[in-house]
């Protein structure tokens, strides 16, 4: 299966700043999607990543506070913006369409967020 | 948006049985999965069964699926410490969104 990396894996920013997180998979995908893992909770899909055209959000994030970028087939970023305490969570992509999966999601390992 | 309910904790001692449910509300899901989260990991896709399937296994892994009652269900057999884990079970909604359920924290007493 393909390999999907996250940097960084882990910061600590300080309360007003921005933190961009990236995403790379070793091959081509069709989607990608970005969650939140809030401390002790499930995870919350924020948006899908779309290549070429403007990120897909959930109810309940907007692009001002985190926008994505998706310049190609195997990469994405995520910016945290002007964060603050409440942002301290495990940030995951995930990607679909790894060849005959096309059906399943497979998740990077994760970049887990304090901000104090 | 739906639900997807699972009980918080499992505790079982190694070599027995863990059996890990989960409950959904979205009769039109086409997909339940299974991931795995380690401590300090990201989501391990364990397995998934298709809406149309009562059951399905894989190695020590047995999937159960009730469509009546909406209810999912993952049987680990001869569970080892290795084993232990959260465990998220995930509907899928419409054509890409996953719903994930509040997750099972599998522990596995030696």
Known sequence: SAVISQKPSRDICQRGTSLTIQCQVDSQVTMMFWYRQQPGQSLTLIATANQGSEATYESGFVIDKFPISRPNLTFSTLTVSNMSPEDSSIYLCSVEGLGQGRDEQFFGPGTRLTVL | ?110
């Not at chain 2, 296994?57 to 699926?65: E, K, P």
């Open chain 2, 1 to 110: 948006g739906e639900d997807v309910e699972q009980s918080l904790f499992l505790s079982v001692r190694e070599g027995d049985s863990s059996v890990i449910n989960c409950t959904y509300t979205d009769s039109s899901s086409t997909y339940l999965y299974w991931y795995k989260q380690e401590p300090g990991a990201g989501l391990q896709l364990l397995t998934y069964i298709f809406s149309n399937m009562d059951m399905k296994q894989d190695q020590r892994l047995t999937v159960l699926l009730n469509k009546k009652d909406k209810h999912l269900s993952l049987r680990i057999a001869d569970t080892q410490t290795g084993d232990s884990a959260i465990y998220f079970c995930a509907e899928r909604e419409g054509t890409y969104k996953y719903i994930f359920g509040t997750g099972t924290r599998l522990k596995v007493l030696a």
